[in-house]
């Protein structure tokens, strides 16, 4: 069947009581708890609920009947509505109970006794809870969250049972990875690409249930048709379609994508001209409590799991007259790293030159970057203006924001005389970190930092940032510091590692780049290192030991003292 282009705007206007399930319902703020029990309820086919709010416990009563049986699962810290259970009788309701919980997704799996697959996430990435909740409900799989705090407890309930299967889904604690290798467990983790994963997880559950149907999501909430496992989930972009959903659609034949959530209506236009699939957006529902003559409608019950936060933004464009060159200064101002890649349209009059990036370039979280691009031919005459488009987000295959404006372009007349060279890479062991020795071979000062490009971590490829920029003086040396867990494996995994150097006179543009791939020397214990310490204790020892007991009293004297201070008795 040919793929149509058609978008719809769906407003479910009534809400289809459940027929023959017990309702469970959360209440609880953490949304792990809300996720748990989606998940449970699911499994057991029953009709779970959540609450989202403090007065939403009373707004989502009339959606069921009096003669429904109704169990309230509830945080015994952090719930919405305290006693609710007398609250939902006081309505009228007679068959209800209420638990309380203190570690929701733990105590749920134990009281799913039968089930022996397991699929393993970190709790810190809320989108991989929702790419593989369908895959879980269709296979009566259970999701636990696990961590290097908590890996102890979900190996104690692993242990208690007879174990069929366990998946580990996106990144985890190298802990847990340690901890689960008894089982040997299926790892879907590309690289940490969450687009990646999410394809992997959707092609699971499409070779046991072949839907055309597919939910589309951002991974950011809690949804009632997303936990159903009715559909798989695929994720995109706020602001566009990543390119690996959009070759794995185009490979399949997935006819209906289904929007869910408000936020995503302005998206619906972008996944028809992107995608070519008939679009559907679920962004309402029908109202839960009476309102006249008119049907009214209300939003959609979501709740917000973690989401990841990134905001690249572009602090300045200018066209150096001396070098020829467009240099782009770039913002991180997120808490994580970024990739991005532009395509830039700098206009002088009535010229326009076109340039950019052919591979995705890598920012480090709360840094500044400058990128420069040789133009030729420009005659920076008059006004120039760039236009740029850039995508940027968390990894390679992930870049799913869009910066899309003019900026007016300033001239400058500066020259870099910088030059550096990688002399040593090293990896201590103990600091866990890389030495990076560079050398000022130049005749002026130098400003650098570093990045290890594409190292293999517990089989994530990644690009990791130095710590900071540092200044080298005129033939100074000195070594750039990077941060990274390595185990032996790794380091067997990492032969070489490929280093990749910003420098430049100016530490606010450093406009030139150095990289090549340098074996790595293992730093381990120096006995320098830990100098200071063992003279301390020496010392300590010397105080301690190096007294003189009086044999009349017992007293504990300075070595060099002759007589007991405290009954005076010569001391040999």
Same mark, same amino acid.
């Given at each position: ?36 029990? !989606?998940?449970? +309820?699911?499994?057991?086919? &029953? ?18 009947? =009096? ?34 919980? $203190?570690? !929701? ?7 799913? %006794? ?20 369908p895959y879980a409900v269709l296979t ?25 299967? *366990? ?59 997303? !936990?159903? +496992? ?11 379609? %990543? ?14 994508? *289904?929007?869910? $959530? ?39 019950? !979501? ?32 808490? *994580? ?16 030159? @076109? ?22 031919? @420009?005659? %920076? ?11 940027? +987000? &968390? ?82 040396? +000195?070594?750039?510091?990077?941060? @990274? ?41 120096? @006995? ?20 003189k007991r009086c044999p009349s009293c ?11 201070? =405290?009954?005076?008795?010569?001391? =040999?």
């Amino acid at each position: 069947m040919k793929k149509r282009l058609l978008v719809f705007l769906i407003l479910l206007l009534a809400v289809v009581p459940f027929a023959a399930a017990d309702i469970y319902i959360s209440n609880s703020r953490d949304w792990r708890d809300v996720y748990s029990l !989606m998940v449970y +309820g699911n499994i057991k086919e &029953e009709a779970p609920r959540f609450l989202v709010s403090d007065n939403h416990g009373s707004l989502i009563l009339p959606s069921i009947r =009096k003669e429904e049986t109704i169990e309230v699962f509830t945080s015994d810290s952090q719930p919405f509505v305290v006693g609710y259970e007398s609250m939902i009788k006081n309505e009228g309701y007679a068959s209800v109970t209420e638990e309380k919980y $203190g570690n !929701m997704n733990l105590e749920l799996a134990e009281m799913l %006794p039968d089930v022996k697959d397991f699929i393993i996430i970190d709790d810190a990435y809320g989108y991989n809870s929702i790419a593989v909740a369908p895959y879980a409900v269709l296979t009566t799989t259970y999701v636990l969250f696990a961590n290097s705090n908590n890996i102890g407890d979900v190996m104690d309930l692993l242990g208690s049972r007879d174990v069929n299967s *366990v998946i580990i889904y996106g990144h985890v604690d190298r802990e847990v990875l340690e901890e689960l290798d008894e089982y040997n467990p299926e790892i879907i983790n590309k690289d940490g690409d969450r687009f990646a994963n999410n394809v992997e997880i959707v092609k699971k559950y499409r070779d046991i249930n072949p839907k055309q149907q597919v939910v589309l999501t951002n991974g950011e909430f809690i949804e009632a048709e997303i !936990m159903s +496992g009715l559909e798989p989930v695929l994720f995109i972009g706020r602001e566009n379609v %990543p390119a690996k959903i959009n070759e794995y659609i185009q490979s399949t034949d997935i006819e209906v994508g *289904v929007l869910i $959530g408000n936020e995503l209506v302005g998206t619906a236009t972008i996944v028809r001209r992107q995608v070519g699939i008939s679009t559907f957006v679920k962004f309402a529902q029908g109202s839960r409590s009476a309102a006249g003559a008119i049907a009214q409608v209300e939003g959609l019950d !979501m709740f917000p799991v973690p989401k990841v936060s990134i905001n690249l933004e572009i602090l300045s464009v200018k066209y150096n007259k001396l070098t020829g060159m467009v240099e782009i200064t770039f913002k991180n101002n997120a808490d *994580v790293a970024a990739y991005f890649k532009g395509t830039y349209t700098l206009k002088v009059g009535d010229e326009e030159f @076109v340039f950019g990036d052919e591979d995705a370039m890598f920012i480090d979280k709360n840094d500044v970057k400058t990128m420069v691009y040789k133009v030729d031919g @420009v005659a %920076p005459e008059g006004e120039m203006t760039l236009d740029a488009y850039v995508i940027y +987000g &968390e990894s390679k295959n992930a870049m799913e924001f869009v910066i899309d404006e003019t900026f007016s372009v300033s001239t400058i007349e500066v020259g870099d005389e910088a030059q550096i060279e990688i002399t040593k890479v090293q990896y201590d062991k103990t600091a866990d970190r890389f030495l990076i020795h560079i050398e000022n071979i130049g005749e002026v000062t130098a400003y650098v930092n570093t990045e290890l490009v594409d190292i293999m971590v517990m089989g994530e490829t990644l690009t990791i940032g130095s710590e900071d920029t540092i200044r080298l003086e005129r033939g100074k040396t +000195g070594y750039s510091i990077v941060r @990274v867990e390595l185990s032996n494996l790794d380091l067997e995994d990492n032969p070489t590692v490929h280093i990749r150097a910003h420098y430049g006179e100016r530490e606010d543009s450093l406009i030139k780049i150095l990289e090549g791939d340098f074996e790595i020397s293992i730093k381990t214990f120096s @006995v320098w290192t830990y100098l200071p310490i063992i003279i301390i204790v020496l010392l300590i020892l010397l105080l301690l030991l190096g007294r003189k007991r009086c044999p009349s009293c017992g007293h504990k004297n300075p070595r060099g003292r002759k007589h007991c201070k =405290k009954c005076g008795r010569v001391l =040999k």
